[in-house]
């Protein structure tokens, strides 16, 4: 079984930064590409940030040069820095993986930006 688990979001201020984290369990997390999504109210999931086991990284042209997508194959962690947060960058954060056919998601972690 397949288990993802985010943590690190939270409310902060315009201009501010957050690390968000991602715990991978169930899957050899090295041999695949992970990401981070994000969907805001009314609005449709969007992917932020990719990964893949070797560490090719894409983003999002949304949040070019602010943020970071990393991994720790040894600990099978995902993170995502985010810096410079902006209001519109408010949204549920999800990991994702498709391993064996399938998506698997994180329930996700909300971040909060306030003007």
Request: proline share 2%; aromatic share 10%; with cysteine.
């Amino acid at each position: 079984q397949v288990h993802l688990v985010e943590s690190g979001g939270g409310l902060v201020q315009s201009g501010g930064s957050l690390r968000l984290s991602c715990v991978a369990s169930g899957i050899n997390f090295r041999l695949y590409t992970m990401d981070w999504y994000r969907q805001a109210p009314g609005n449709q999931r969007e992917m932020v940030a990719s990964i893949t086991g070797g560490g090719i990284t894409n983003y999002a042209e949304a949040v070019k040069g602010r943020f970071t997508i990393t991994r720790d194959n040894v600990w099978n962690k995902l993170f995502l820095q985010m810096s410079d947060l902006q209001p519109e960058d408010t949204a549920v954060y999800s990991c994702h993986v498709k391993a064996r056919g399938s998506d698997f998601w994180g329930k996700g972690t909300v971040v909060t930006v306030s003007s």
